[in-house]
């Protein structure tokens, strides 16, 4: 079992469907990241969730919308999405700490036509 | 504010050739770095990190990196590398917000490696 698992790993959404895309790790880890990977720009953070609480929001549209349950699992909620839109998130797991890294799951390739 | 400029965007080199990626930091306080690899249609996978000791830090899949304080770089090397080794790699910094601990990614470089 890797350490943090995405699913889907593929998802083609229109712009007028809600979709959710789902991060959960293995690692007892307590904070957990969501990142958008775009092609041609560096990587940004979008969302940083320690102990089940939200501590950073990266002037996300309110278009995309982070739950974490616990601290296993993260989702990132979707909605009327904008073709621009279409990236690699990356979720990602630490143990929060300052000099711990973090591990990342493969992503999921979204596709919004 | 910390910050992470990688000056080479692509990189391209011959099988068993040396490379050297480079990575240029800035930062008031002290700083932990880190150097991911990411493979076609794969998360990032942490290749090496420094926090303190020894300014050579040894990783995976024979790369390492020597941390500069002076130069304020934290140069990616491989004597050697092979067709497998192509990927992106990003060198990052860890900075702490409130109470976390959280990661700035360079911009990436892209390694080719030719035949």
């Known amino acids: 079992e890797t350490g943090v698992t995405q699913t889907p790993r593929h998802l083609v959404m229109g712009m007028t469907n809600k979709k959710s895309l789902k991060c959960e790790q293995h690692?007892?880890?307590?904070?957990m990241y969501w990142y958008k990977q775009s092609a041609k720009k560096p990587l940004e953070l979008m969302f940083v969730y320690s102990l089940e609480e939200r501590v950073e929001n990266n002037s996300v549209p309110s278009r995309f919308s982070p739950e974490c349950p616990n601290s296993s699992h993260l989702f990132l909620h979707l909605h009327t999405l904008q073709p621009e839109d279409s990236a690699l998130y990356l979720c990602?797991?630490?143990?929060?700490?300052?000099?711990?890294?973090?591990?990342f799951g493969p992503g999921t390739r979204l596709t919004v036509l | 504010a910390q910050s992470v400029t990688q000056l080479d965007s692509q990189v391209p080199v011959f099988e068993e050739a040396p490379v050297e990626l480079r990575c240029n930091y800035s930062?008031?306080?002290?700083?932990?770095l880190f150097w991911y690899v990411q493979y076609p249609n794969q998360g990032l996978q942490l290749l090496l990190k420094?926090?303190?000791?020894?300014?050579l830090v040894k990783g995976i899949n024979g790369f390492e990196a020597e941390f500069n304080k002076s130069q304020t770089s934290f140069h990616l090397r491989k004597p050697s590398v092979h067709i497998s080794d192509t990927a992106e790699y990003f060198c990052?910094?860890?900075?702490?917000?409130?109470?976390?601990?959280?990661?700035?990614f360079g911009k990436g470089t892209k390694l080719s490696v030719k035949p």
């Open positions: 930062s008031s306080v002290s700083v932990y």
């Open positions: 690692l007892g880890h307590n904070a």
């Open positions: 990602a797991s630490s143990r929060g700490d300052l000099g711990n890294e973090q591990f």
């Open positions: 990052a910094v860890s900075v702490f917000r409130g109470s976390q601990g959280n990661l700035i």
């Open positions: 420094y926090l303190s000791g020894s300014t």
